[in-house]
């Protein structure tokens, strides 16, 4: 057989079965005509319309018997598998209409059994219809044997080509007919798979593009939590970067704040004067707070507005007579700048006796700014001369009695020369 699934191979299986059905209806066409013709003859008393209904009707005879002998055991067709090859089902949903075949089993059989027991009755029947039909045709009482041969003739002409075409033509239209239901069973149950797999498909593929999505927002999730760690680690990183390096200003604060007081430490001298109370601050204001909180000895609280106006204050400006000699005695200092930025300075104060005939003797008392502990010092005559070393932070005026309080001098720091900026502007 064909595959039904080939376009030419189905085109022309469809041609094959047009054919087989023009034939068909030719021939009941013919038949149909030549019995109405022969009828209509013999009701005409014509002799030919007797012979012809005879023939035809041995005709029908015959054909009859041949299709109830040609019809084919198995009207099924199996249905053709996905691979092209038979398969095990008729593909159908309803069990076929086997009546005919049955009905064909039985009469084959009987007809059969009934021409082998009744052969001789069958023979003495037919010749006594050969004689009568051979006096319907005219032919007389010897003419029995040319009109048997004519009936037997036509009544195997008939059973031959029909078993023929019933064998042939009708079993290829059957399987033609059963193939191509079962190929429209198979191509909508095809479509029915295709459909449930095609629904299967987008099930699936949305499931993907959902997990897909979920994975891209939980690679998103992860994205914003590692850069927020990383912003985060950046932080701390700065932090951490600003915490050294503030580390480091304080040590080298620290550093710069001992070598400070270490150059201090060399330069007062020891039990003399007392450094600075505190050296961290630079500004007024923070060296008044420093000083109000450095105040103990005073039992009294001062505001920063008193310490402020006190640090501003120049009190021995004017008291002390105002010149640096006087009575050939001298007043003089010497700044040296303790740091840097020249804010603090070692200031060296001397009163020494211009006059080597009247050398200077005993002590020599020492007045200095208000901001400075033991502001009033007296200071020991040393080969000549007293000699007193501080720690300032700005300029102020120094006052000096010697001679027991007869010689005043007075020296204001601002006039020396050469200053260092820091120290001059305070």
């Not at 009905?103 to 001789?120: M, P, Y």
């Not at 020492?366 to 000699?387: W, Y």
Request: proline share 4%; aromatic share 6%.
């Amino acid at each position: 057989m064909t595959d039904p699934r080939d376009p030419d191979a189905a085109s022309d299986s469809r041609r094959r079965v047009a054919a087989i059905e023009r034939t068909a209806l030719r021939l009941l066409a013919g038949l149909f005509a030549g019995i109405a013709l022969s009828a209509a003859l013999a009701v005409s008393h014509y002799v030919v319309g007797a012979v012809l209904g005879a023939v035809l009707a041995a005709l029908l005879a015959g054909a009859t018997l041949g299709f109830l002998f040609g019809i084919p055991r198995a009207l099924t067709v199996a249905l053709p598998g996905a691979d092209g090859h038979a398969g095990g089902n008729n593909g159908g949903g309803f069990t076929h209409n086997t009546n005919l075949e049955q009905i064909s089993d039985w009469l084959t059989k009987i007809v059969v059994g009934i021409g082998l027991v009744e052969a001789q009755s069958i023979g003495i029947a037919f010749q006594g219809l050969s004689r009568q039909v051979a006096l319907e045709w005219g032919l007389g009482a010897n003419g029995a044997a040319s009109a048997g041969f004519v009936l037997l003739a036509s009544l195997l002409f008939g059973f031959i080509g029909f078993y023929i075409w019933t064998r042939t033509a009708f079993v290829y239209y059957l399987e033609h007919n059963e193939t191509a239901v079962a190929g429209e069973r198979r191509d909508r149950e095809a479509a029915e798979r295709r459909a449930h797999q095609a629904e299967a498909d987008a099930a699936r593929a949305k499931e993907q593009a959902e997990q897909a999505e979920r994975d891209t927002l939980a690679e998103r999730q992860r994205k914003a939590e590692a850069e927020r760690q990383a912003l985060l680690a950046r932080e701390q990183a700065e932090q951490a970067a600003r915490q050294t390096e503030e580390a480091e200003k304080q040590t080298q604060q620290a550093q710069r704040e001992t070598d400070l007081y270490s150059r201090m430490a060399g330069y007062l001298d020891s039990g003399t004067v007392e450094p600075l109370r505190v050296l961290k601050r630079r500004d007024t204001k923070d060296w008044v707070k420093a000083l109000a909180e450095g105040s103990p000895e005073h039992h009294v609280e001062h505001s920063v507005d008193s310490l402020e106006s006190e640090w501003n204050s120049d009190p021995n400006l004017g008291r002390f007579g105002g010149a640096p000699i006087a009575r050939q005695r001298e007043l003089s200092a010497q700044v040296q700048p303790l740091d840097d930025a020249g804010s603090t300075c070692a200031v060296t104060i001397r009163v020494r006796s211009l006059d080597p005939a009247r050398p200077l003797t005993g002590t020599v008392t020492i007045h200095l700014h208000p901001t400075f502990h033991q502001m009033v010092r007296e200071v020991p005559v040393v080969d000549g001369q007293a000699e007193l070393r501080i720690v300032a932070a700005g300029v102020f005026t120094i006052g000096a009695e010697a001679d027991g309080g007869e010689t005043r001098l007075e020296l204001n720091l601002a006039t020396l020369p050469d200053l260092p900026a820091a120290f001059a502007a305070r």
